[in-house]
């Protein structure tokens, strides 16, 4: 062990201690910027969905909200500002966290269901190569020696491997095998056996793979307070997982106002003030960057159709609302004093994180030199 690990400044597992502490620290103050956003973000929610209502509508046709009727302009209205207060009394710190959460679950089975339809279809071409029984023969035209590409996937090919394929005669009538003492018989069986073996090894390498991925989603779970909390015990107390959780949180108020967004299209095709209404998935292209859009209004998104669509041979323009964090905080001094504020901590807990790594990497040596010069107890041979 070396010299520096022995004094307490330099001891890896004081300097965990230590780091520990400073996030606890850190997350008090955090968790009070992260609510004052929110509440900033409430408070201006339904006058900038209001704005970007207004510069959608007039851009589409300003006529159109003018012609509707009374009642179903009230009705719209009266529909937007309650989806407005809903969204927002949804937008603190505690509900944010429940999204996350879910949506942390949502992703976990997304991957499973992944993971079973693979292994699936897996197993049902191996079901029909076993029924095929021996290897196709090569086409006539085919020379001796030439290179044979195939699509199917290795557990497929065992010839690959040096392998042979059992003959459906084989699986169907294991009696015969037994009576009939072939010379080939138990090289037959071995190398079989051998094919088994080899599925069985990346079966069970894709199930350590779900359990590692599980224990990961499990060490990484964000857990949400209970509505009687009064201090901020709840919050990571690992730079990595407090980081983590900063993220989680900017991806459920993604989400939390991608529905908004959503909801008030639906409104809108439905009192007649849209013609057509993009899917979620479109949305959601969108926030990720996956889709080009063309300039527009704060919250609004224009997009450029490609196909000709009846009179319109060039193409058309689809414009919708996108409620979206960053818009808000171009139009709002206040929100983006607070995002700085956020950024900082961001930065921070990046140091953080990297100081973090460093001396768990340290623990982990000290450990290995540890037992390295401290040998088990063996007992000698002969002894």
């Not at 400044?9 to 502490?21: A, E």
């Not at 009642?71 to 966290?97: G, I, N, P």
């Not at 057509?276 to 998935?281: K, R, Y």
């Not at 689809?318 to 964090?325: I, P």
């Amino acid at each position: 062990m070396s010299t520096t690990d022995n004094r307490s400044g330099y001891d890896p597992v004081s300097q965990l201690t230590q780091l520990q502490q400073l996030c606890r620290q850190r997350s008090r103050v955090l968790y009070r910027d992260q609510a004052l956003y929110l509440q900033v973000l409430r408070d201006e929610l339904l006058d900038r969905t209001l704005q970007a209502l207004f510069a959608l509508v007039s851009r589409v046709e300003p006529s159109r909200f003018s012609a509707l009727p009374a009642e179903t302009r009230e009705r719209f209205q009266a529909s937007v500002t309650d989806l407005s207060k809903r969204c927002s009394a949804l937008l603190t710190v505690e509900q944010l966290m429940v999204l996350a959460q879910q949506l942390q679950d949502e992703s976990v089975r997304q991957d499973e269901r992944s993971r079973q339809e693979m292994v699936k279809v897996l197993g049902k071409q191996l079901q029909q190569t076993n029924q095929i029984g021996a290897e196709p023969s090569r086409p006539a035209s085919e020379p001796k020696g030439s290179v044979h590409l195939s699509l199917d996937p290795p557990l497929q090919q065992p010839e690959l491997f040096g392998l042979q394929r059992p003959s459906p005669a084989s699986q169907d009538q294991p009696s015969e095998m037994e009576t009939e003492a072939e010379p080939s018989e138990d090289s037959l069986d071995e190398r079989v056996d051998d094919l088994d073996v080899l599925q069985s090894l990346f079966e069970l390498a894709g199930e350590a793979l779900q359990s590692q991925s599980a224990e990961d989603v499990g060490e990484s779970r964000l857990t949400a307070p209970s509505s009687d909390a009064l201090s901020t015990d709840f919050l990571p107390a690992m730079p990595d997982a407090l980081l983590h959780w900063m993220q989680a949180m900017e991806l459920a108020l993604a989400r939390r106002l991608r529905n908004l967004s959503h909801a008030i299209n639906v409104e809108m095709l439905r009192s007649g003030l849209a013609n057509a209404l993009l899917p979620i998935t479109l949305l959601e292209a969108v926030l990720r960057g996956q889709v080009e859009t063309q300039s527009s209004a704060s919250n609004v998104v224009r997009l450029r159709l490609p196909m000709p669509i009846g009179e319109f041979e060039q193409g058309m323009d689809v414009l919708c609302l996108l409620l979206r964090s960053s818009e808000f905080e171009f139009d709002s001094p206040r929100l983006r004093r607070v995002r700085h504020r956020l950024h900082e901590h961001q930065a921070a807990l990046l140091k953080m994180v990297q100081q973090q790594r460093h001396w768990q990497r340290r623990v982990l040596d000290r450990e290995a030199l540890k037992h390295w010069q401290s040998p088990s107890d063996q007992t000698p041979p002969g002894g």
